[in-house]
Nanobody
Framework: QVQLVESGGGLVQAGESLRLSCAAS????????MGWYRQAPGKQRELVAT???????NHADSVKGRFTISRDNAKNTVYLQMNSLKPEDTAVYYC????????????????WGQGTQVTVSS
């Protein structure tokens, strides 16, 4: 059974940092592209960052230079380091995966969980 469990969210002030974690199980993590999505109230879901099984990364323009996605295959965990947070980063953040060896994340491959709430106050 595939599980993606997000953690690390919280309430911070603008300019501060958070690191999100996603513990994965139920599939071969090292062969799987991973990514982070976010959704703010009343807004469409947004792709934040992805990392391929080979470790190549891509970040949305809105977070480029502030957020960094990384992975630890030994721990089956993907991270999102978020620096210089802004109020517009406030959202629920979700971890997603793709198919083995694929270069992209398929956000609807699994059911959506609770995610982790990030709230940035001004």
């Amino acid at each position: 059974q595939v599980q993606l469990v997000e953690s690390g969210g919280g309430l911070v002030q603008a300019g501060e940092s958070l690191r999100l974690s996603c513990a994965a199980s139920g599939f071969i993590f090292s062969l799987t592209p991973m990514g982070w999505y976010r959704q703010a109230p009343g807004k469409q879901r947004e792709l934040v960052a992805t990392i391929t099984f080979a470790g190549n990364t891509n970040h949305a323009d809105s977070v480029k230079g502030r957020f960094t996605i990384s992975r630890d295959n030994a721990k089956n965990t993907v991270y999102l380091q978020m620096n210089s947070l802004k109020p517009e980063d406030t959202a629920v953040y979700y971890c997603r995966r793709g198919k083995y060896y694929s270069g992209r994340v398929d956000p609807d491959l699994d059911s959506w969980g609770q995610g982790t709430q990030v709230t940035v106050s001004s």
